[in-house]
């Protein structure tokens, strides 16, 4: 299917989004780019002071920056306090999805318990299951599996491939990119040691998943139904690619976590929190609103102030950390030495 080619004027955007315009109202934009790579009809963005040294040489016809930043500057700007912000509004407008006919593909398969709104589209090779609704507006698009009691919000989108295994509730405006799995089983076990080969026993998953409106599921992210109550997602919570959310997790809203984040079940994450990528997240644990985890870091208590936290070591040659290590397995033995001396006098 084509896109439709959009084009928009300078003066339009900036009372669009109520900014103030530097140049010629006139300008026409039909994409965005980077300022290395924006031609004559592409809008920009500087927000970065360290990319600043590149507005001397960008084709961009329009870059979107702070004031202060636009000093010396020859070219159309749009002038923003948050310029990452403002270029993310304008460049939505270039974000063109598909447009589909409302209805089911003829290769689709819907159980006749399910209900499906004459205004959603099924695409290709979809199967929904018994007791599951799909709103109107919804997408759900080729090769995914919507499974037994699942809802489907108003305006949400499955991409493509996605599976919704069982007793999933998505809310309105939902995106959930390829790959994503929710609703398996989370990993509940019971170690019978007093059987005759002492073995695990499987604990029943009961409960479901909740999504609330506006949030974003990343690729091939995993997110697990709870044991007995919900795993649970409030509003606008936006998770990257490759995110292991765990049985019983509940998280804030408006909350982010960047690829590879792992949650660890029953954990109550804030509202506002931003977890860096890799970051591990142990089990049973509350962290309050408004903190941030950085990359790589391991979370091993509850954190109940907000702010920055960090575990780890920084990079550093193999020679050095080799070395390092070695005093690490040495500090309990120099903490005691130092706990029990006597105290300088001098």
Known sequence: MARRAVQFRAGDLAERFDLALRGDPGRVVEGVGTLAGAGPASLSFLANPRYRGQLATTAAGLVVMRERDAEGYAGDVLLAADPYLAFARIAALFDQTPAHEPGIHPTAVVDPDA??????????????????????????????????????????????????????????????????????????????????????????????????????????????????????????????????????????????????????????????????GAAGIAGHLEICDRVVVTAMSLVTHSIREPGEYSSGTPLMDSRSWRRNAVRFKQLDALARRVGTSPKDTG
């Open 115 to 276: 209900v499906v709104d004459p205004a959603a589209w099924i695409g290709p090779l979809a199967c929904i299951g018994a007791g599951s609704t799909v709103a109107a507006g919804a997408w759900i698009g080729p090769g995914c599996v919507v499974g037994e009691d699942c809802e489907i919000g108003a305006g949400s989108r499955l991409v493509a491939r996605v599976t919704l295994v069982r007793r999933v509730r998505l809310g309105r405006r939902v995106l959930v990119h390829p790959g994503a799995v929710l609703g398996a089983d989370g990993f509940g076990l019971a170690f019978d040691r007093a059987a005759a080969e002492p073995h695990w026993i499987k604990v029943p998953q009961l409960g479901g998943v909740q999504v609330g409106d506006d949030c974003e599921i990343g690729a091939n992210t995993t997110i697990d139904r709870g044991a007995i109550e919900d795993t649970v997602l409030g509003p606008d919570v936006r998770l990257d690619n490759q995110i292991q959310i765990a049985h019983n997790v509940r998280v804030g809203a408006h909350t982010a976590m960047a690829g590879c984040v792992a949650v660890a079940g029953s954990t109550t994450i804030g509202r506002y929190c931003m977890i860096g």
